[in-house]
């Protein structure tokens, strides 16, 4: 599946990162402690995530994820927009908690 | 091959940036993914420590035929009781770093996982020293 896709089927909004909409999605992982992301996450992965600051970014860029979920309709600031536009990472906003879109996705992923 | 980064104390916006650019360089190089992906996770981590606890700190990366040695040295308060920083959980991080999302004592031990070999030194009140050496395969 990828990114597009997901964005589609949920009516994610795509705050940034556009140019990252065609990649395969291999998974997902929650959490909202960044070592843990770090030390876990994997390649392909979406990173659904409660943490706004570009930090984010850095790390999803560095563990080669797809593309970053922000929960509960939380909005980006100028900064880390700017830095998922650099990484060609799309950035995107649900309009749902943690734990309805991680279900959401869960289920697409794994029909 | 050799490569120096600087580190700003509390300087969040930059954290990331060695990181990024020896992964690029080790990509270059032809590196295994699994190797650089082990390394990237040890220097972020350590990295983001010398921006979380210390004052300010450099990088320095060797890259040699069959090794990568990184060293981040710190200036800053040292690291009082190694093995107790080293255990899962443990953080001393101020409540605007967790605010963020760092500080759940997972830096350390992501680090000790994903290198081949470590090493740490440290003095109270001069700064820390960490040692960090992954083989390629
Ligand atoms: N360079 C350093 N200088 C001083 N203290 C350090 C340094 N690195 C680690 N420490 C100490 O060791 C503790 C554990 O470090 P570790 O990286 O495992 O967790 P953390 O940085 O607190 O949280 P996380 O890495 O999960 O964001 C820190 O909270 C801090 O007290
Ligand atoms: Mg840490």
Known sequence: MKVSELVEKLGLTVYSGRKGLDREITGGYVSDLLSDVMGNA?????????????????????????????????????????????????????????????????????? | MKLTYNIQGGDFTHAGHPSSEVKKVLKQLGIEGKTIKNIVI??????????????????????????????????????????????????????????????????LPNIKKNTDELLIETEIGKGTKVKMVNYFS
Do not use: C
């Not at chain 1, 749902?96 to 029909?111: D, M, R, V, W």
């Not at chain 2, 009781?81 to 999302?101: F, H, P, W």
């Open chain 2, 42 to 107: 040890a220097l972020y981590e350590a990295e983001v420590n010398v921006v979380a606890h210390a004052w300010k700190g450099v990088v320095d990366v060797e890259i040699d035929e069959n090794k990568i040695t990184v060293l981040v040295n710190d200036e800053g308060p040292g690291i009082p009781d190694i093995d107790l920083a080293m255990q899962a959980g443990y953080s001393t991080a101020s409540d605007k770093v967790r605010e963020m999302g760092f500080g759940a004592g997972m830096g």
């Open chain 1, 42 to 111: 994997r390649e392909g992965e979406v990173w659904i995530t409660l943490q706004v600051h570009q930090n984010v970014m850095a790390i999803a860029s560095l563990k080669d994820l797809v593309a970053v979920v922000l929960v509960n309709n939380l909005e980006p600031p100028e900064s880390t927009v700017r830095h998922s536009n650099e990484e060609n990472i799309p950035l995107l906003g649900a309009n749902f908690s943690t734990f309805e879109i991680a279900g959401k996705i869960y289920q697409i992923l794994n029909p």
